[in-house]
């Protein structure tokens, strides 16, 4: 893929993710949403989870993969409780009016804990983290996605790369947003290094064998982070937003990449505190600047200008992209302004084969 980079406008980014989904087919309210959320991402230099995705989306969605009209349904289950039924639909939508109700229920009980059951893929989690943390809220949100992680020690792809992301507001300042994968790398960075014929660092992924490889060919697998603990991570979060809700677990979980034409059946977990039922809210948030503010006084060590707090280097890059525009690949932007619908190029079996 071309490195070459055109800047765009907020509103110019959101409306052409918006107008190619409503040509593939979905309605304009959900596209104006998936339109947001992608220009987050890309705002934010997560990329991965930007404007890249739309023709696979769209691809998706020509095939019947995701439904149009979904009969969303929330379920109040408990007095914080509750699971918000996706019907197969757009899962960056489920997942924000999921979310709409966990912070209904945190602001009125102290904690809102929310399940969105069965929905298409629901992106970058810093957006529902955000979104809760400008409520003065603290934010865990969890979600499951397609098995390509081997287990600590061993050979087989069973966990997703299942990410998690944790928010919390502070005085003054944007919250603090930490959110990760739990795969040392995502598949799109392999991707990328095949692209480029390059070798692969050898604790990112592991061949047929289940050892570590450098050639971005042989991956078979990705590696959790930090070993057991990464795994642990992985399993926590496949059990709070996949097991917990009834729903497909571990290896059993859909591909992204397979059958376009069946729903995902995907979960998600938003669990949101109040910390006002917990301590004074003014308080806690001071409490969190001064936390920023010392961890920026920490001395640097060689070849780090300054300590970051999690979600930092994420708000300079948004500064820069309201400043500059929104870096976007130009073969995606020449996507987004074509006719094409999708090229049919995501629906394949083999999960790790080269196609993208
Ligand atoms: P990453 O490696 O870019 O960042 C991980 C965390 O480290 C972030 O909180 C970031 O703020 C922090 N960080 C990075 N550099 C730092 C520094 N110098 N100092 C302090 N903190 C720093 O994230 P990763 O693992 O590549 O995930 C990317 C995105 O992919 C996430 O938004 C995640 O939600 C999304 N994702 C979504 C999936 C889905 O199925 N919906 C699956 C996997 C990931």
């Known amino acids: 893929m071309s490195e070459e980079l055109i800047y765009l406008e907020a509103t110019e980014l959101e409306s052409l993710v918006s107008h190619k989904l409503q040509a593939a087919g ?3 309210e959900h596209a104006e949403e998936v ?3 992608l220009r987050y991402a890309d705002a934010r230099g997560i990329h991965s989870h930007g404007a890249v995705r739309v023709e696979y989306y769209a691809e998706r969605i020509a095939k019947g993969g995701l439904t149009l009209k979904p009969a969303f349904k929330f379920e109040q289950t408990g007095p914080s409780t509750g699971i918000f039924h996706g019907d197969n639909g757009s899962g960056h939508v489920a997942a924000k009016e999921g979310l709409f109700h966990a912070i209904k229920l945190a602001q009125d009980t102290g904690v809102g804990i929310v399940g ?6 629901s992106g970058m989690l810093s957006y529902y983290a955000d979104i809760a943390a400008q409520s003065d809220l603290i934010c865990l949100t969890v979600c499951q996605s ?3 992680a081997v287990p600590f020690g061993g050979t087989e792809p069973y966990f997703g790369t299942n990410p998690i992301a944790f928010s919390a507001p502070t005085q003054g300042e944007r919250p603090i947003i930490f959110d990760m994968a739990t795969t040392v790398q ?3 960075k392999i991707l990328d290094a095949r692209s480029k014929h390059l070798e692969i660092p050898n604790n990112w992924a592991v061949d047929v064998q289940g050892q570590p490889t450098t050639d971005p060919y042989k991956v078979q697998g990705l590696l959790p982070i930090a070993g057991p603990k990464g795994y642990g991570l992985m399993m926590m979060v496949d059990i709070l937003s ?3 809700l009834g729903l497909p677990f571990g290896k059993h979980v859909s591909s992204m990449y397979s059958d376009l034409s069946k729903g995902r059946n995907l979960g998600h977990l938003h669990i949101v505190i109040n910390p006002a039922y917990f301590t004074d809210l003014r308080q806690f948030k001071e409490n969190l600047s001064t936390m920023i503010a010392e961890l920026h006084e920490n001395q640097p060590t060689k070849g780090f200008d300054q300590v970051l707090y999690p979600g930092e280097l994420a708000e300079k890059i948004q500064a820069e992209s309201d400043i500059k525009g929104i870096p976007i690949v130009r073969e995606i932007y020449d996507y987004l302004i074509s006719e094409t619908i999708h090229f049919d190029k995501y629906d394949h079996s083999d999960t790790f084969a080269e196609k993208e």
Do not use: E, T, V
């Open 146 to 148: 397609d098995p390509m």
């Open 35 to 37: 339109g947001r959320h």
């Open 116 to 121: 969105i059951s069965k929905m298409g893929h």
């Open 242 to 244: 996949g097991s917990l």
């Open 26 to 28: 979905m309605s304009q």
């Open 186 to 188: 995502a598949w799109g």
